[in-house]
Structure formats: structure tokens, C-alpha cells
């Protein structure tokens, strides 16, 4: 009983504690994050968070084939040399994604702060 009770406690402080951050940050006129109920924002949220970083991972693996290309001299070269072009194309590959991934995203424009006019 005594665990219902404090369980009880700390959501309804949790969510007082969420209504008063919400109104200060309305009355200083900052954008407000996606509600935790509202599916549809998290669902954009979690989209944006996660979108492919293709342009990372293409400079990673275009980086590690030209090094393996130009740099490795040692036992067993051709099979350095062979692995640095495979890993090169992927890398290049991924490169390419990039580019056309972010030909099809539309760009972001600056999100209009609630109530109109930004307030200074």
C-alpha cells in the first residue's frame, strides 16, 4: 500500500514538474519539445534521430581502402591491395547514397516559434 501511495507520489510530481517547464518555456516563447503522448511527433522525432549517416560511413571506408592501397607494403601485398579496392568501392558506394539521399530530402527550414514573432 505504502509503495502504491509513493508510486502515486512521484508521478504526479513528475508531471507537475513537466506542466511548470512547458509554461516557462511558453512564456519565454522557446519551442516546445514533442509531447510524450503525442505518437505521431515522437514517431518524427525518433526518424530524425536515426536518419542513415551514409556520409560518415563513406568517408570511413573510402579512408581505410586508400590506405590499404597506398600505404600497405608488406607480406602478402596483393591480397592488402585487393581488400583496399573492395573496401574503397564500398566506401565510395556509400558516398554516393549519400548524395542522392540528400537530393531527395526536402531542407529544413527553421521552425516558426509558437505565437507568431520571435520574442526578444
Known sequence: ??????????????LEQRHRERMAAIEKGIELPPDANDLEAQLELAKAMHRPRYLLRGLVLSGVGLALLLFWHGPSDDLFRNAGWVVLAIGLATLTCYVIEGRKEKPLSPPAPPGGELRR
Not at 509503495?3 to 513528475?14: C, D, F, G, L, N
Request: aromatic fraction near 0%; avoid cysteine; proline fraction near 0%.
Open 1 to 14: 500500500m505504502l509503495e502504491t501511495v509513493s508510486s502515486h507520489r512521484r508521478r504526479s510530481q513528475a
